[in-house]
Every structure is written in C-alpha cells, then in structure tokens.
C-alpha cells in the first residue's frame, strides 16, 4: 500500500531533550516535506526537499533540522526542543521534485514539550 | 512571499446544501491549487485541483472554480453528505525557481454537515 508513514504517532517530551520525527514513504517520491498544523494557522511548512541531498527552509525553519539522505526518508530533527514546538506535524511527499502535483500526508505526529 | 487567505474559517450547513470556501492569494505568478480535505486523527487528502490555465474543474460533486484576476479561488461541494464533514484546506504554489518547492496553505475551513 502506497503510504506516507511517521513515528511516532505521539510524544510527550521535556524541553532541551533532542528528539527525531521519522518519515518514510514507499512511492518514490521526488520530494518531500514537513509542516506543523496549529489552531487557527493552518499547515505552516517547515521544510522541505526536492530530491536526495537537496533541502531547503521553509516559512518556519527555526528549531528545526532535516535530512535527506536517502529518497524515501525525511527525518525532522528537534535538537533542543521547546514549548513553542508543541504542535502536530505532518510529513507529505510528492511524485514531482518542483512539489506540483498531489501532495501525499502521513497521519501526523502529535507533539508536545513541558 | 505568497499570503493565502481562506474564508470562512468555520461553516455549518444542512444536509443536501451547498457549501462554498474561498481563497484569495497575493502572489500573481502563482499557477498551481489545490485543496486538501482533513478528517479527524488523519493526513490530509488531495480532493481536487487546479492550474492557472484554467478557470474551472468539477469532480462529480466538488467543483474549482478560479479567477486569476482578482486572484481568488472556491472549492464548492454541492448535496453535502454528513461525510463531507472535515477541515478543508487550499493552498497556492509559485514557479520561483528559489522558492520552487513551497507551497502556502490557507488557515482551513471546519465544515459540519448537519444529518
């Protein structure tokens, strides 16, 4: 089954503790990329990728490190998380390297700092 | 940057009525929207799409209609089905070659069709 998968689903973490967000897909997509999703502000991106070694910021970067390093995984990387990082995450990835065409979401990371 | 603006940001309606979301964007370059339905617990999901060389697209009951000059775009969902019910996001993407793989998304739109 073609899917967008991150882990994990849920975490509860303390502020400073480095965590990874892991996000695989199994279609072969070009591109990929990150968003957090906050009441009231929509899908903000964070970052994104257009092929192996290639990533660029997006609107909200700051706190954040990704990776590419190979096609089907993306990870996110919080290196001293914070409570203004409480957020639900979704990775997407689309066939196409530009990001035109149907972005595919995984189901989301609910994460929060105390 | 591009700004997208989605109203409105909650809409109730009854069951087998129409409902209408719009979007306007800032940025006159930008050639590629899409709407994303979310249910709950889920990621969200491509419902339909549209490009700048065109002015409307309808998928059975879900139609796109844009207006590239006053920069707007609707997403109508016509005999709304207690299913529709879910947030509703549009997004709108700009050909920069430095900005090439960004897209902005609108706030959503929390729909409930009421049974």
């Known amino acids: 089954e073609a899917q967008v998968t991150q882990n994990p689903r849920y975490l509860i973490t303390v502020t400073g503790k480095k965590l990874t967000v892991t996000c695989s897909q199994n279609?072969?997509?070009?591109?990929m990329s990150w968003y957090r999703q906050d009441p009231g502000l929509g899908l903000r991106q964070i970052y994104y990728s257009m092929n192996v070694e290639v990533t660029d910021k997006g609107d909200v970067p700051e706190g954040y490190k990704v990776s590419r390093k190979e096609k089907r995984n993306f990870p996110l990387i919080l290196e001293s998380p914070s409570p203004n990082q409480t957020s639900l995450y979704f990775c997407?990835?689309?066939?196409?390297?530009?990001?035109?065409?149907?972005?595919?979401f995984g189901e989301g990371s609910r994460l929060t700092v105390l | 940057g591009e700004n997208v603006e989605q109203h409105p940001s909650t809409l109730s309606v009854q069951e087998g009525d129409s409902a209408v979301i719009k979007c306007t964007y800032s940025d006159s370059a930008s050639n590629y929207f899409p709407w994303y339905k979310q249910e709950l617990g889920k990621g969200s999901q491509l419902i339909i799409d549209?490009?700048?060389?065109?002015g409307e697209k309808k998928d059975q009951r879900i139609a796109v209609t844009l207006n590239k000059t006053a920069k707007h775009f609707s997403l109508h969902i016509t005999e709304t089905q207690p299913e529709d019910s879910a947030v509703y996001f549009c997004a709108a993407r700009t050909p920069y070659n430095t900005n090439a793989g960004k897209s902005t998304f609108g706030d959503g739109t929390t729909l409930t069709v009421k049974p």
């Open positions: 549209i490009r700048s060389n065109v």
């Open positions: 279609m072969n997509h070009e591109y």
């Open positions: 997407a990835s689309s066939l196409s390297g530009t990001g035109i065409g149907e972005l595919f």
